[in-house]
T-cell receptor
Framework: EAGVTQFPSHSVIEKGQTVTLRCDPI?????LYWYRRVMGKEIKFLLH????????ESGMPNNRFLAERTGGTYSTLKVQPAELEDSGVYFC????????????FGPGTRLLVL | GDSVTQMEGPVTLSEEAFLTINCTYT??????LFWYVQYPGEGLQLLLK?????DKGSNKGFEATYRKETTSFHLEKGSVQVSDSAVYFC?????????????FGSGTQLTVLP
């Protein structure tokens, strides 16, 4: 069974540009989460999808971040325009259903904004 | 809100030494507790978990016991190897029926020297 995959693995962009990150969860997992780790600090929750619906987006830092999960399969996280403080590692995770606490993580996307 | 306090690193040990990484938490109800590990150049992997008080999670020689009375979930290993060098994250997830996003500690960098 394939794990959670993320693309790209690395991205280097200039301040003001747009970047789109993609996450493919484990097949059959309705729950999809985005997290990020900035500057070696703790990993922080961004948002949670159940199928195609946003269940909780309380962790989204501001309106420059837009997450979508059309069709309830893969998800994208777009940052527009990117700022220096957006640099970090963006992780995606999935879990099978609401009762399952265990989340399985992808390898992360390392974003560097110059 | 929920929070996790994790022993600050970095931690450097010699091979075959005993490892303890302290983790305490603040949460309402009965959260599930996790240890995740990130090896160099890789994503987060679930190391072990415990879902109720007095449960012991174990994997790859690592153990952690869910202590409700001390709100702790310390990670231990009797004899570390060079291959255990990684960043270790303690995390919790809300009880069933509540928010399921993970709250992480700040991570502990472990280096094991031969």
């Amino acid at each position: 069974e394939a794990g959670v995959t993320q693309f790209p693995s690395h991205s280097v962009i200039e301040k003001g540009q747009t970047v789109t990150l993609r996450c493919d969860p484990i097949s059959g997992h309705d729950n999809l989460y985005w997290y990020r780790r900035v500057m070696g600090k703790e990993i922080k929750f961004l948002l949670h999808f159940v199928k195609e619906s946003k269940q909780d987006e309380s962790g989204m830092p501001n309106n420059r971040f837009l997450a979508e999960r059309t069709g309830g399969t893969y998800s994208t996280l777009k940052v527009q325009p990117a700022e220096l403080e957006d640099s970090g590692v963006y992780f995606c995770a999935s879990s099978q259903d609401w009762t399952q606490a265990t989340q399985y993580f992808g390898p992360g996307t390392r974003l560097l904004v110059l | 809100g929920d929070s996790v306090t994790q022993m600050e690193g970095p931690v450097t040990l010699s091979e075959e030494a005993f490892l303890t990484i302290n983790c305490t938490y603040t949460a309402t109800g009965y959260p599930s507790l996790f240890w995740y590990v990130q090896y160099p150049g890789e994503g987060l992997q679930l190391l072990l978990k415990a879902t109720k008080a007095d449960d012991k999670g174990s994997n790859k020689g690592f153990e952690a016991t869910y202590r409700k009375e001390t709100t702790s979930f310390h990670l231990e290993k009797g004899s570390v190897q060079v291959s255990d060098s990684a960043v270790y994250f303690c995390a919790l997830s809300g009880a069933a029926g509540s928010a399921r996003q993970l709250t992480f500690g700040s991570g502990t960098q472990l280096t094991v020297l031969p």
